[in-house]
């Protein structure tokens, strides 16, 4: 039984994996060919930033770096005292 679910979820999995759009060419709503030729189209003029990768960090995906690093802090901190513990 547990084989048959295995080989179920590797089915599903490589049946997702090849229904994916290839990379870079999904089309996105704001009229480009994909997200990364809105940004490199619009970066400048909407933000007055110099930096397009930065932009897109801060600007465009402020929130989701904000999430990565409080998970990168968390992590640290509880190795951290996880390390301090065993001792």
């Known amino acids: 039984m547990r084989e048959l679910i295995l080989v179920g979820l590797a089915a599903l999995l490589m049946f997702t994996a090849w229904s994916l759009p290839a990379f870079g060419s999904y089309p996105n709503k704001l009229g480009g060919t994909?997200?990364?030729?809105y940004y490199i189209n619009n970066a400048v003029s909407e933000t007055g930033a110099a930096?397009?990768?930065?932009?897109?960090?801060?600007?465009?995906?402020?929130?989701d770096t904000l999430?990565?690093?409080t998970i990168l802090f968390t992590a640290v901190v509880s190795i951290l005292l996880?390390?301090?513990w065993k001792k």
């Open 67 to 69: 999430g990565e690093s």
């Open 51 to 63: 930096n397009i990768v930065a932009t897109i960090v801060w600007l465009y995906r402020g929130y």
């Open 82 to 84: 996880l390390a301090r």
């Open 34 to 37: 994909s997200v990364s030729s």
